[in-house]
């Protein structure tokens, strides 16, 4: 795997958006970052198109997004926001531009079949806080390891969290790339050219979800399961999970932990409570990257680094 060269003063952050429209308005704290970074932010008068919730038809969204892919002077792609809109678009793009002029993929949610295409040609991508959420909706250290891992050339990170009774773990270790992102939107892969079954390398999964129903929960993390998505991986890591609701009237009857420990097989390490998601705690991953794990019966420890 290859990592996109570091920012460093002058460089160039394209502002995409492949999903939900958003008020240019809401990016002026994330482009008053930009600045005070030294970057360039990049963006046009189409950032802020409309057809229904998307920014833009997907013919639109499309062009400015293969544009800024292709583009050998833009050193990041930093998508605006989520919502919905990019599993419309992700198959008919072209990666051998930047496959040769390698850049930062930076976003999560919605985003997440980006970073794995960016990962499939061979180049390390970014989960990380979306830019309408930079600087001010995120946390100190997030923004610390945002800047660490966009601007250095060699570093090594390593994340701690420890079990808490309402998280599924499982004791354990693994080596392995670095693949995840939103279980919705994992889902959606399956049986795509981006199938976690088409890579060669054994993984670390991870995912992270929000607003959805329990048994919803249950069902997309089954079909993960029964697509063969937990047999390709050394362990399973489970982020923020947030604005979860139930059926007040026929409850689903399981907890979080239990839909995880039943929909997963019963030899998958497992650590709940990996600091990412849709909180303000959502610490940047390097997808596609090595990594290493380490689950122990009170904590767990994931390491990635570059150089």
């Known amino acids: 795997m290859e990592w996109p060269p570091p920012l460093h003063n002058g460089s160039k952050i394209a502002l995409i958006a492949p999903a939900r429209w958003v008020e240019t308005e809401a990016l002026h704290p994330f482009i008053e970052f930009v600045q005070q970074q030294g970057w360039y ?20 969204r499309l062009a400015f997004l293969q544009k800024a892919l292709n583009d050998p002077t833009i050193a990041a792609v930093w998508f605006v926001r989520g919502g919905y809109g990019t599993s419309r678009l992700w198959r008919y793009l072209s990666w051998e531009l930047f496959k040769r002029y ?29 830019a309408v959420q930079v600087p001010h909706r995120v946390s100190a ?36 790339k670095l693949l995840g992102g939103n279980l919705s939107l994992l889902e959606t892969l399956c049986g795509t050219s981006l199938d976690i079954k088409g890579w060669d390398e054994q993984s670390i999964l991870f995912w992270e979800e929000v607003g959805e129903y329990n048994y919803r929960i249950d069902r997309l993390s089954w079909h993960l399961n029964n697509a063969g998505w937990y047999d390709r991986a050394e362990a399973l890591l489970i982020g923020g999970v947030t604005g979860i609701q139930d059926d007040e009237d026929a409850p689903f ?4 932990r239990e839909i995880v420990w039943e929909s997963t097989p019963s030899h998958l390490p497992i650590a709940m409570g990996l600091p990412i998601g849709h909180v303000a705690r959502n610490l940047p991953l390097p997808v596609g990257a090595q990594a290493s794990l380490i689950i122990e019966e009170k904590q767990a420890q994931l390491r990635f680094w570059r150089g």
């Not at 009857?253 to 979080?256: I, K």
């Open 253 to 256: 009857g399981r907890t979080l």
């Open 141 to 176: 250290d997030t923004l610390g390891y945002l800047l660490k891992i966009l601007t250095s050339e060699r570093f090594e990170v390593t994340l701690s969290w420890s079990w808490q009774p309402w998280y599924a773990w499982r004791a354990g270790s693994a080596l392995g």
């Open 102 to 130: 390698p850049k930062w993929l930076i976003g999560f949610s919605d985003i997440t079949p980006l970073l794995w295409g960016a990962a499939k040609v061979g180049i390390v991508s970014l989960h990380a806080p979306v």
């Open 41 to 60: 932010p990049v963006y046009t008068e189409g950032l802020s198109a409309r057809e229904g919730v998307l920014a833009g038809d997907d013919r639109h």
